[in-house]
């Protein structure tokens, strides 16, 4: 193994999960979905605490990994999720309710986010989450960026699309759709955007003020 497999595979160990989360972990693989990373749910958990989000949205709840790690350290946020799948959607009902959050912070809507996104308020949201289709990706961000407050963030999890962007040889749609992102956020004066190695690779990308 080499020097930096071995530091990536020590962050990836090195930090805490509650029950419910190894809980939804655990039902995600066995459904076949791909939850965010130990790493990046402790990443989301505390950029959340940072940016002392009070509204979070999130596209693609999954069983609810990442909900409930954005939500962590935040006892009065609420989590708007969208989840095209109703098995999924059904089962992250189940694993936040036996988390604890209570319904009123949550609102869970079954749908495809691109039709779900342009009816939401504009600014209106501190933090959001991309982490459904790569292939919506771009038009996911569009909306993102007008859904987000100015000082807010956009988190793209998966950000190496399973570790094929950094490979030239790689030039699948995903992988192409992931880079295009990358470049668009890279020259934007609009935007500070940071690139991560955990996981999977996370964007984050912060929508300046003005
Ligand atoms: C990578 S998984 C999300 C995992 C989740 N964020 C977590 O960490 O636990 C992607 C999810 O996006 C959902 N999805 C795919 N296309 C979607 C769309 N157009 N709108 C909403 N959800 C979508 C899938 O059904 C799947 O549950």
Redesign the pocket.
């Known amino acids: 193994m080499s020097k930096l497999e071995r530091n990536w595979q020590y962050a990836e160990q090195y930090p805490g999960e509650t029950d419910a989360l190894v809980r ?2 655990r039902l ?1 693989l066995e459904l076949g ?4 990373s130990r790493s990046v ?1 402790a990443y989301l958990s505390g950029i959340a605490a940072l940016n002392k989000a009070e509204a979070i949205f ?10 409930l ?1 954005l939500l962590r350290h935040l006892p009065d946020a609420t989590l708007t999720s ?4 109703p098995e ?1 959607l059904r089962e992250a009902r189940t694993i936040f309710a036996e988390a604890g959050i209570p319904a009123a912070r949550l609102r869970l809507i079954e ?4 039709h ?1 996104m342009p009816r939401l308020n504009l600014g209106a949201y501190d933090l959001v ?1 991309l ?3 790569t292939a ?1 990706l771009l038009d996911y961000f569009e909306h993102a960026l007008s859904i987000v407050r100015p000082g807010g963030c956009v988190i793209v ?2 950000a190496f699309a399973h570790g094929q962007v950094p490979d030239p040889a790689a030039r699948d749609e995903a992988t192409q759709t992931m880079r295009d992102l990358l470049a668009l956020v890279a020259d934007s004066p609009a935007i500070a955007s940071m690139l991560s190695p955990a996981g999977d690779g996370v964007l984050t990308i912060v929508r300046l003020d003005g």
Do not use: C, F, K, Y
């Not at 979905?33 to 965010?36: D, Q, R």
């Not at 969208?82 to 799948?85: A, L, P, R, T, V």
């Not at 749908?111 to 691109?114: E, H, I, K, V, Y």
């Open positions: 939804a972990r995600s979905i791909e939850p965010v749910g999130e596209v693609g709840t999954g069983v609810g990994v990442s909900g790690s969208i989840e095209i799948e999924h749908g495809d986010a691109l779900v989450l982490d459904a289709n919506q999890p998966s």
